[in-house]
């Protein structure tokens, strides 16, 4: 990615805020929020999701979505996907996401090229990044243990979530253990 003769365009929906490469790149573009304070341009670095397909997380007015970089690609070189039409890999492999092996194609043409390809697979956990690995993660494993421990000794979940700096829901997968399962806490 990166070379002289890649070619950007904005993400659909997302215009002025983020575009994508015919190379399989994402980045941010820069701006001014209306607080003043800038964003600078910058190139994202994709993860896995649990099926083998790079996702990025985007921001915009304080909301952040995570997309498929394949999906948003299509859009914006290809056009909107059609109605009951799949992002398709001509070559099977789910992150490799040059516009050349990209295409939109029926259920059918998908599952057909998984099954000619192999590729009907789940990323096993040892690859996934997880925890502060993420390039989006906001905690690190100590705060995550700080919140097992202060949960676990009385306080709220909306407090820890504002000592931390994260929302509620994110303070409240970590005590149901549905995220950051990784990290142990001394006694939870």
């Given at each position: 990615?990166?070379?002289?003769?890649?070619?950007?365009?904005?993400?659909?929906?997302?215009?002025?805020?983020?575009?994508?490469?015919?190379?399989?790149?994402?980045?941010?573009?820069?701006?001014?929020?209306?607080?003043?304070?800038?964003?600078?341009?910058?190139?994202?670095?994709?993860?896995?999701?649990?099926?083998?397909?790079?996702?990025?997380?985007?921001?915009?007015?304080?909301?952040?979505?995570?997309?498929?970089?394949?999906?948003?690609?299509?859009?914006?070189?290809?056009?909107?996907?059609?109605?009951?039409?799949?992002?398709?890999?001509?070559?099977?492999?789910?992150?490799?996401?040059?516009?050349?092996?990209?295409?939109?194609?029926?259920?059918?043409?998908?599952?057909?090229?998984?099954?000619?390809?192999?590729?009907?697979?789940?990323?096993?956990?040892?690859?996934?990044?997880?925890?502060?690995?993420?390039?989006?993660?906001?905690?690190?494993?100590?705060?995550?243990?700080?919140?097992?421990?202060l949960k676990?000794?009385?306080?709220?979940?909306?407090?820890?979530?504002?000592?931390?700096?994260?929302?509620?829901?994110?303070?409240?997968?970590?005590?149901?253990?549905?995220?950051?399962?990784?990290?142990e806490s001394?006694?939870?």
């Amino acid at each position: 990615m990166g070379g002289p003769d890649e070619t950007w365009r904005p993400v659909v929906g997302l215009e002025g805020y983020y575009e994508v490469s015919d190379q399989g790149g994402v980045r941010r573009q820069p701006r001014i929020l209306k607080d003043g304070r800038r964003i600078l341009a910058k190139v994202l670095r994709p993860t896995l999701d649990a099926r083998g397909y790079r996702t990025v997380w985007l921001s915009v007015d304080g909301k952040r979505h995570v997309r498929r970089v394949h999906r948003m690609m299509l859009e914006s070189f290809v056009g909107p996907r059609p109605t009951n039409i799949d992002a398709c890999h001509n070559n099977g492999i789910r992150d490799d996401n040059r516009l050349s092996n990209l295409r939109w194609d029926t259920r059918s043409g998908n599952i057909k090229d998984a099954v000619k390809h192999g590729t009907k697979y789940r990323v096993p956990a040892s690859m996934m990044q997880r925890g502060s690995d993420r390039y989006n993660a906001i905690l690190t494993e100590g705060d995550v243990e700080r919140i097992l421990d202060l949960k676990r000794s009385g306080c709220m979940q909306k407090d820890i979530a504002s000592h931390f700096d994260v929302s509620w829901d994110t303070v409240s997968g970590i005590v149901l253990r549905k995220t950051w399962t990784h990290v142990e806490s001394r006694a939870w």
